[in-house]
């Protein structure tokens, strides 16, 4: 089955071919990092504005990088949600409209899915079952996944997501957007151990997360620091370096608790900050170190993506689902809803 995946969430345009038989024959992506920069952050009305712009010389690039003519598929996945609702409803329309066009049905899907099923896109995918960290911009959960659809949540942040923290905390050390990747480069040159943050929930049981404390602690670190006209370009970077650390340190703390609470082996880490060096490090020690196994997608697939929609809409359109007529666009949709596929 060959699959139009679109990908439309917030502020990455993602296009792709998918073929269940020779796997992904083409993808291309726009990221409007440069349009939403001297904002400070993400503007919704304009990150629709530029979707509508991007997606049809990005779907005609992908159709002649695959060899294939257009509308020689049988089935178009877009991104239903979570997401802008507003950067939702582009995918969705152009989507709807294509699928109609073409006479080949469309099907809404969960964006987070998307993201967990990435890994599957590499040479060597998991094998379910596994545990698999989701880590963003906007979401930070544990889940049990013993199939596609078959979800459990373990924990989840309940507050800031991390990667959300990462960026308001970039962002409240003047550092331009998007913060995490300035974060992780800054730290890169930071002094090991000049300031020490806390590691939230670590200390309790069970899987939830927080990120709060961290980003004030982080905050009043840096407001000392320029009380006393010390925040130079060095501070900055140990800073950075103290507060990536307890990010990492906190979610591999929570990853070896998941597994050896479901006394599964293999791990997954998927999202945005799922691309970090220092996290993916940290956590291969820590898999190894239980004779498990840790996957991940490569860099180009953690960010949002049209390549794992198209993968995430094949599953589901070969075990025979797909919408109803209409868009299907929701701000905020739990996993656990998403209906199961079986074997």
Request: net charge negative; with cysteine; proline share 6%.
């Amino acid at each position: 089955m060959r699959v139009l995946g679109i990908e439309t969430s917030c502020d990455e345009t993602g296009v792709a071919l998918y073929d269940s038989e020779k796997g992904l024959l083409a993808d291309a992506l726009f990221s409007q990092i440069d349009l939403h920069r001297v904002y400070g952050g993400v503007v919704p009305e304009l990150a629709s504005r530029d979707h509508v712009k991007r997606l049809v010389p990005l779907l005609r690039e992908v159709f002649a990088r695959a060899g294939v003519a257009e509308g020689e598929v049988d089935g178009v996945a877009y991104t239903a949600g979570p997401g802008l609702v507003g950067a939702l409803l582009v995918g969705g329309a152009c989507a709807r409209a294509l699928a109609f066009g073409w006479g080949v049905p469309a099907l809404g899907v969960h964006h987070m899915e998307g993201h967990l099923l990435a890994p599957m896109l590499e040479e060597q995918p998991p094998a379910f079952p596994f545990v698999a960290l989701l880590v963003s911009g906007g979401h930070t959960q544990l889940v049990r996944v013993d199939g596609i659809g078959h979800y459990r949540l373990l924990g989840e942040s309940l507050d800031d997501a991390a990667g959300e923290a990462f960026d308001k905390t970039a962002k409240l050390m003047g550092l331009p957007y998007p913060g995490g990747p300035e974060i992780a480069r800054l730290a890169q040159q930071g002094t090991p151990g000049r300031f020490t943050f806390p590691r939230p929930m670590t200390d309790r049981p069970g899987l939830d997360f927080s990120f709060s404390g961290l980003k004030t602690a982080t905050l009043n670190a840096w407001r000392e620091l320029q009380a006393s006209a010390a925040a130079d370009d060095q501070a900055r970077c140990d800073v950075a370096l103290a507060f990536e650390q307890a990010v990492v340190e906190t979610l591999t703390i929570k990853c070896r608790r998941a597994l050896k609470e479901t006394g599964l082996k293999r791990l997954v880490i998927a999202g945005g900050v799922s691309a970090n060096r220092h996290l993916r490090a940290s956590l291969e020690k820590m898999a190894h170190g239980l004779k498990g196994e840790l996957f991940y997608a490569r860099p180009a697939f953690c960010t949002d993506n049209g390549a794992m929609i198209a993968y995430a809409g094949c599953q589901r359109l070969m075990a025979g689902q797909q919408d109803a007529a209409g868009i299907e666009a929701r701000a905020r949709w739990p996993m656990e809803e998403l209906p199961p596929i079986f074997a």
